[in-house]
Protein backbone atom coordinates (compact mmCIF):
# COMPACT_ATOMS: atom_id res chain seq x y z
CA UNK A 1 0.00 0.00 0.00
CA UNK A 2 1.02 3.23 -1.29
CA UNK A 3 1.12 6.58 1.28
CA UNK A 4 -1.23 8.32 -0.41
CA UNK A 5 -3.74 5.14 0.23
CA UNK A 6 -3.04 4.86 3.51
CA UNK A 7 -3.08 8.57 4.03
CA UNK A 8 -6.57 8.35 2.27
CA UNK A 9 -7.77 5.17 4.67
CA UNK A 10 -6.81 7.05 7.70
CA UNK A 11 -8.31 10.09 6.86
CA UNK A 12 -11.48 8.38 5.94
CA UNK A 13 -11.58 5.99 8.98
CA UNK A 14 -10.80 9.63 11.05
CA UNK A 15 -13.77 11.43 9.03
CA UNK A 16 -16.09 7.97 10.12
CA UNK A 17 -15.24 8.12 13.67
CA UNK A 18 -15.83 12.14 13.94
CA UNK A 19 -19.30 11.13 12.24
CA UNK A 20 -20.04 8.76 14.81
CA UNK A 21 -19.44 11.39 17.64
CA UNK A 22 -21.18 14.33 16.06
CA UNK A 23 -24.11 12.16 15.88
CA UNK A 24 -23.72 11.46 19.88
CA UNK A 25 -22.37 15.19 20.68
CA UNK A 26 -25.26 16.83 18.96
CA UNK A 27 -28.50 14.83 20.64
CA UNK A 28 -28.53 17.67 23.33
CA UNK A 29 -31.02 16.41 25.84
CA UNK A 30 -33.05 19.87 25.89
CA UNK A 31 -33.00 20.24 21.97
CA UNK A 32 -31.30 22.35 19.62
CA UNK A 33 -32.01 25.95 19.95
CA UNK A 34 -34.16 27.93 17.93
CA UNK A 35 -31.72 29.82 16.16
CA UNK A 36 -29.75 27.16 15.73
CA UNK A 37 -32.96 25.31 13.79
CA UNK A 38 -33.49 29.00 11.90
CA UNK A 39 -30.00 28.81 10.62
CA UNK A 40 -30.40 25.64 9.02
CA UNK A 41 -33.50 26.23 7.55
CA UNK A 42 -32.23 29.31 6.31
CA UNK A 43 -29.35 27.57 4.81
CA UNK A 44 -31.71 24.60 3.16
CA UNK A 45 -33.82 27.62 1.61
CA UNK A 46 -31.22 29.34 0.32
CA UNK A 47 -30.57 26.45 -2.17
CA UNK A 48 -34.09 25.33 -2.63
CA UNK A 49 -35.04 29.25 -3.46
CA UNK A 50 -32.22 29.30 -6.17
CA UNK A 51 -33.08 25.55 -7.62
CA UNK A 52 -37.07 26.37 -7.69
CA UNK A 53 -36.38 29.80 -9.62
CA UNK A 54 -33.93 28.23 -12.05
CA UNK A 55 -35.84 25.60 -12.55
CA UNK A 56 -39.32 27.75 -13.40
CA UNK A 57 -37.43 29.87 -15.22
CA UNK A 58 -35.81 27.16 -17.72
CA UNK A 59 -39.24 25.73 -17.45
CA UNK A 60 -41.21 28.62 -18.85
CA UNK A 61 -38.54 29.61 -21.45
CA UNK A 62 -39.11 26.04 -22.89
CA UNK A 63 -42.46 26.83 -22.73
CA UNK A 64 -43.19 23.35 -20.79
CA UNK A 65 -46.35 22.59 -18.96
CA UNK A 66 -47.21 23.01 -15.34
CA UNK A 67 -45.94 19.58 -14.74
CA UNK A 68 -42.26 18.93 -16.16
CA UNK A 69 -41.47 22.08 -14.98
CA UNK A 70 -42.53 21.96 -11.14
CA UNK A 71 -40.32 18.36 -11.44
CA UNK A 72 -37.39 20.34 -12.88
CA UNK A 73 -37.76 22.89 -10.24
CA UNK A 74 -38.11 20.32 -7.34
CA UNK A 75 -35.28 18.57 -8.94
CA UNK A 76 -33.01 21.45 -8.79
CA UNK A 77 -34.27 22.41 -5.48
CA UNK A 78 -32.74 19.26 -4.42
CA UNK A 79 -29.52 19.89 -6.24
CA UNK A 80 -29.05 23.20 -4.95
CA UNK A 81 -29.83 22.45 -1.49
CA UNK A 82 -27.51 19.33 -1.26
CA UNK A 83 -24.73 21.64 -2.94
CA UNK A 84 -24.03 24.11 -0.83
CA UNK A 85 -23.83 21.21 2.25
CA UNK A 86 -21.69 19.65 -0.39
CA UNK A 87 -19.30 22.29 -1.06
CA UNK A 88 -19.47 23.29 3.08
CA UNK A 89 -18.10 20.22 4.09
CA UNK A 90 -15.67 18.95 1.23
CA UNK A 91 -14.42 22.52 2.45
CA UNK A 92 -13.77 21.56 5.58
CA UNK A 93 -11.39 18.03 4.30
CA UNK A 94 -14.28 15.61 3.39
CA UNK A 95 -13.82 13.37 0.55
CA UNK A 96 -16.54 13.45 -2.17
CA UNK A 97 -18.56 10.07 -1.22
CA UNK A 98 -18.24 10.71 2.24
CA UNK A 99 -19.57 14.44 1.58
CA UNK A 100 -22.31 13.09 -0.41
CA UNK A 101 -23.31 10.59 2.51
CA UNK A 102 -23.44 13.73 4.93
CA UNK A 103 -25.03 16.31 2.77
CA UNK A 104 -28.16 13.30 1.82
CA UNK A 105 -28.21 12.86 5.58
CA UNK A 106 -28.11 16.57 6.53
CA UNK A 107 -30.65 17.95 3.74
CA UNK A 108 -33.25 15.25 2.35
CA UNK A 109 -36.18 15.73 5.07
CA UNK A 110 -35.62 19.49 5.15
CA UNK A 111 -35.49 19.46 1.39
CA UNK A 112 -38.60 17.77 1.15
CA UNK A 113 -40.62 19.28 3.83
CA UNK A 114 -39.59 22.91 2.40
CA UNK A 115 -40.44 21.61 -1.31
CA UNK A 116 -43.64 19.91 -0.23
CA UNK A 117 -44.88 23.01 1.78
CA UNK A 118 -43.94 25.31 -0.78
CA UNK A 119 -45.35 23.15 -4.04
CA UNK A 120 -48.83 22.86 -2.27
CA UNK A 121 -48.60 26.51 -1.47
CA UNK A 122 -48.37 27.53 -5.18
CA UNK A 123 -50.98 24.51 -6.74
CA UNK A 124 -53.56 25.55 -4.18
CA UNK A 125 -52.89 29.63 -4.98
CA UNK A 126 -55.86 30.58 -7.73
CA UNK A 127 -53.96 31.55 -10.54
CA UNK A 128 -50.55 31.15 -9.30
CA UNK A 129 -50.23 27.79 -11.58
CA UNK A 130 -50.61 29.35 -14.80
CA UNK A 131 -49.58 33.01 -14.02
CA UNK A 132 -46.07 34.16 -15.75
CA UNK A 133 -42.54 35.09 -14.60
CA UNK A 134 -43.73 38.38 -15.07
CA UNK A 135 -47.00 38.08 -12.93
CA UNK A 136 -46.62 39.02 -9.26
CA UNK A 137 -49.14 36.75 -8.60
CA UNK A 138 -46.56 34.27 -9.27
CA UNK A 139 -43.79 36.03 -7.22
CA UNK A 140 -46.37 36.33 -4.34
CA UNK A 141 -47.67 32.69 -4.75
CA UNK A 142 -43.39 31.40 -4.59
CA UNK A 143 -41.90 33.96 -1.86
CA UNK A 144 -45.17 33.57 0.64
CA UNK A 145 -44.51 29.33 -0.18
CA UNK A 146 -41.11 29.76 0.69
CA UNK A 147 -42.36 31.99 4.08
CA UNK A 148 -44.73 29.18 5.24
CA UNK A 149 -42.05 26.00 4.45
CA UNK A 150 -39.84 28.18 6.55
CA UNK A 151 -42.02 28.41 9.36
CA UNK A 152 -42.97 24.52 9.29
CA UNK A 153 -39.45 23.63 8.56
CA UNK A 154 -37.84 25.08 10.70
CA UNK A 155 -39.58 23.32 13.79
CA UNK A 156 -38.65 19.80 11.72
CA UNK A 157 -35.10 20.88 11.54
CA UNK A 158 -34.95 21.80 15.43
CA UNK A 159 -36.25 18.58 16.54
CA UNK A 160 -33.94 16.49 13.97
CA UNK A 161 -30.95 18.51 15.21
CA UNK A 162 -31.99 17.90 18.78
CA UNK A 163 -31.57 14.24 17.94
CA UNK A 164 -28.47 14.71 16.39
CA UNK A 165 -29.73 13.71 12.83
CA UNK A 166 -30.21 16.40 9.84
CA UNK A 167 -27.99 19.79 10.23
CA UNK A 168 -26.10 18.61 13.00
CA UNK A 169 -24.17 15.98 11.22
CA UNK A 170 -22.80 18.83 9.15
CA UNK A 171 -22.15 20.53 12.46
CA UNK A 172 -18.95 18.84 13.16
CA UNK A 173 -17.34 19.46 10.13
CA UNK A 174 -17.37 23.05 10.16
Not at 44 to 56: N, Q
Not at 98 to 117: H, P, Q, R
Not at 129 to 151: I, Q, R, T
Amino acid sequence: MDHSTHHSEAAHDHVLHEDHHAHADHAMPGGASWGTAAKATLHCLTGCAIGEILGMVIGTALLWGNVPTMALAIALAFLFGYSFTLFAVIRAGLNLKTAIKVALAADTVSIAVMELVDNVIIALTPGAMDAHLSDGLFWSALLGGFAVAFLITTPVNKWMIGRGKGHAVVHAYH
